[in-house]
């Protein structure tokens, strides 16, 4: 367990869409539940009003609901995005970062639920927050939950 957050530290900011981006992972929790990233304004993902791009925001938020509770879940389970919605609240610049986070009592009702048979569609909520402290954009996030079948 510990070797694959060790792994996703030390790799996925050279994946490259977020290397372009300017996306860093700058917090992976022991649990792997807990995620929070950054990316900083850099002509690379400047808009033509001198922004922050509003792909790169998404782009920075686009995994790691998914990620983390395919982590949490383990193999018996399928999960996949399913839909996304992103507000823009307020330009971004400077750097901005946001914290993904999914809570065990959540993954255990999921669990559960998936247990009983249940296409579970959860939605998790994140915001961008700028330097300052203020909200540049949230996003919604949907998932589609299940357990394996035995013959899949």
Not at 129 to 140: D, F, K, P, Y
Request: glycine residues 8%; contains cysteine.
């Amino acid at each position: 367990m510990k070797r694959d957050i060790a792994f996703l530290m030390k790799w996925i900011n050279f994946y490259p869409p977020f290397l372009g981006a300017g996306i860093r992972v700058k917090h992976v929790a022991p649990d792997f539940r807990t995620i929070r990233v950054e990316m900083k304004l850099t002509r690379l993902n400047l808009n033509a009003v001198g922004t922050h791009f509003g792909g790169s925001l998404y782009a920075m938020c686009d995994p790691w609901f998914m990620l983390i509770l395919m982590r949490a879940l383990g193999d018996g389970y399928i999960v996949w995005d399913k839909a996304a919605h992103i507000q823009f609240l307020r330009p971004g610049r400077g750097t901005v970062a946001a914290e993904f986070h999914i809570a065990q009592a959540t993954v255990d009702d999921l669990r559960a639920r998936a247990d009983a048979g249940e296409k579970i569609e959860p939605t998790f909520t994140a915001d961008v927050i700028g330097e300052a402290g203020e909200v540049v954009a949230r996003v919604e996030k949907l998932l589609y939950v299940r357990k394996k079948n035995a013959r899949a």
